[in-house]
């Protein structure tokens, strides 16, 4: 049984939410935090980022599964060290935010992240810089939901393969980790368990429809235009 506090019209359209985004990401690689997470926040604060992140966990259960051969375990193994190492930090920060002002927050980590996915800094697909791109990555997903952009752009002149098949790994462990982080500084209760579980019929059904979008989407153009979103949606949410 869901919350009571939670109606059938929130559910409806914060699944048709998770639907789209979901589809996306696993067509196009982008789309879950960066789309969701404003409406979510918006519709209700609750659903981020907690029961957004475990739902969308079954999503990069299906790449870390799919893409997991080709994983390069030292890589992989300095850039779990720093996710972890974020996610702390990023539960430690949350504890210090006022929950007034959490939209404001999830707003700055949106419009953060778009300016990352635009960056064209070229950098070396390196232990160091994957420790520190997935320490970033840690913080930004614990606080706001939003993990890829910083590991994104470490990885963005890797091999595909291995780039997919690192974030799906990566993705999958970061968000149960931190909805973990978020339990035990008590901001993820049975409650916030109750929505995660209203979000995964979106999630299953966007994963589902995913396949049919990879031939018929311009993944450049699908790409700017959620950016494009997500950026005017983090302005409406600053000046809420």
Known sequence: MFDPGWSLYALIVA???MAI???LQAS???GMALLALPFLALLDPR???GPMLLAGAALTLISAIREWQTVNVRH?????LGLLLGTALGAVALTQVNTA???KVFALAILLAVLLSVTRLHIRVAPPALFAGSCVSGVMGTMAGIHGPPLAIVLQH????QARAMMGALFFIAYLTAVAALYVVDLFGFVHLQLAAGLLPG???GAFAARWLVGFVDRARMRMAILGVSFVSAVVMLLN
Not at 158 to 161: E, R, S
């Open 15 to 17: 699944n048709i939410v």
């Open 21 to 23: 985004a979901s589809a």
């Open 28 to 30: 196009i690689g982008i």
């Open 47 to 49: 659903l981020v980022p």
């Open 76 to 80: 992989f193994t300095f850039s779990l």
């Open 101 to 103: 002002y959490m939209n």
């Open 158 to 161: 890797a091999d595909p393969g």
């Open 203 to 205: 999630v299953l059904v």
